[in-house]
């Protein structure tokens, strides 16, 4: 038995962790979470040139396709590699067959010039006819200069701003700092520390807020829509969201995997055009209750703005296995320089 639903949204990725995995280990073991930054994601991104853009966005988008998730909302770092990174992950996006919607992550921790180069090419791609938001990484990486400078261009693009928002107590400021900023058109990424409300919509990470052990951001407390996001770890959206389902059930027993399922729907108010697409999936009924204890569900045929991108013999634009193998000689180049 199949059913069909419209193609699912990850509401926040970072397509670059993509070559992660495997990655040498730190110089030492992080043990918090500004830590894991320093020692981790900020060494990775600052190690990316563009060939390992290109590779890391094209596997991304090919395990989100093989998960049944045909939008992308992605939040990009490679400080060494600004310039026209965000053209890359459009690219092998839609050369997979899926859609994205982009933004670059601007931030003081790689000095005035970096902070410059960010905010131009979130500029340049958004002027150019590209789909996203203006992007920045966090208060306590952004001067008060800096995060004026991100709010007034995304004021004169007509666009919103995705950032990242007291994900961690490094940032538990962020909630006073953008008090009176923010807007409807905001994408405010985790919210676990998140002591007032912003305009916006929030976007929950379960998985990756348990993996760096930020707490849990507790979701039905916010007045404000609510999306689901992976923040890196994979596009598999079902277990997003079995993830999100499990750790409100933890924190209340009487919680509804309905709950958790329409933060996923949410996902289709921020990229409307997954909800034309159609996914064909291994199981029936796609019930978030079923679904919530059923794993390895899986979709059968994908189909995107009328093509099909998926059937059972897999991609049907791109070789999966030529993706893997030039992914793999770019996380090898990657994790050398680490």
Same mark, same amino acid.
Request: glycine share 6%; aromatic share 8%.
């Given at each position: 038995m199949t059913a069909t639903t419209p193609g699912l949204v990850c509401s926040h990725h970072h397509l670059y962790s993509a070559l992660a995995r495997g990655m040498p280990a730190p110089p030492k073991t992080p043990t918090c979470f500004r830590e894991i930054l320093e020692q981790?994601?900020?060494?990775?991104?600052?190690? &990316?040139?563009?060939?390992?853009?290109?590779?890391?966005?094209?596997?991304?988008?090919?395990?989100?396709?093989?998960?049944?998730?045909?939008?992308?909302?992605?939040?990009?770092?490679?400080?060494?590699?600004?310039?026209?990174?965000?053209?890359?992950?459009?690219?092998?996006?839609? #050369?997979?067959?899926?859609?994205?919607?982009? *933004?670059? #992550?601007?931030?003081?921790?790689?000095?005035?010039d970096g902070a410059r180069r960010g905010l131009a090419e979130n500029e340049r791609f958004l002027r150019s006819g590209g789909r996203g938001w203006v992007g920045a990484h966090a208060c306590f990486t952004l001067s008060d200069e800096t995060l004026d400078a991100v709010v007034g261009l995304a004021d004169d693009l007509g666009a919103g701003v995705h950032i990242h928002v007291a994900e961690g107590?490094?940032?538990?400021?962020?909630?006073?700092?953008?008090?009176?900023?923010?807007?409807?058109s905001w994408l405010l990424a985790h919210g676990v520390h998140l002591d007032r409300h912003l305009d916006g919509t929030i976007l929950h990470n379960p998985e990756s807020n348990m993996n760096n052990a930020v707490g849990y951001a507790r979701p039905v407390r916010f007045t404000n829509p609510v999306a689901l996001g992976t923040d890196g770890i994979g596009g598999d959206m079902l277990t997003s969201f079995r993830a999100a389902y499990l750790r409100?059930?933890?924190?209340?027993?009487?919680?509804?995997?309905?709950?958790?399922? *329409?933060?996923?729907?949410?996902?289709?108010?921020?990229?409307?055009? *997954?909800?034309?697409?159609?996914?064909?999936?291994?199981? @029936?009924?796609?019930?978030?209750?079923?679904?919530?204890?059923?794993?390895g569900v899986r979709p059968l045929r994908v189909v995107v703005?009328?093509?099909?991108?998926?059937?059972?013999?897999?991609?049907?634009?791109? @070789?999966?296995?030529?993706?893997?193998?030039?992914?793999?000689?770019?996380?090898?180049?990657?994790? *050398?320089? &680490?």
């Open positions: 981790v994601w900020w060494r990775l991104d600052a190690a &990316l040139d563009a060939e390992m853009i290109r590779w890391s966005a094209m596997l991304g988008a090919l395990e989100a396709l093989e998960h049944g998730t045909t939008a992308i909302i992605d939040h990009h770092a490679s400080p060494n590699a600004i310039e026209g990174s965000l053209d890359l992950i459009a690219e092998a996006c839609a #050369e997979v067959g899926i859609r994205v919607a982009c *933004a670059y #992550e601007v931030t003081d921790r790689n000095g005035p107590p490094e940032d538990i400021d962020s909630g006073r700092r953008l008090d009176g900023r923010t807007r409807d409100m059930r933890e924190d209340d027993v009487t919680a509804s995997p309905e709950t958790a399922w *329409a933060w996923l729907e949410t996902g289709w108010e921020l990229f409307p055009e *997954a909800r034309d697409d159609e996914v064909t999936w291994s199981y @029936d009924p796609m019930d978030p209750w079923h679904l919530a204890f059923t794993p703005d009328g093509t099909v991108v998926l059937d059972d013999r897999g991609p049907t634009r791109v @070789d999966a296995a030529e993706i893997r193998a030039k992914a793999a000689e770019q996380a090898r180049r990657l994790h *050398a320089r &680490l």
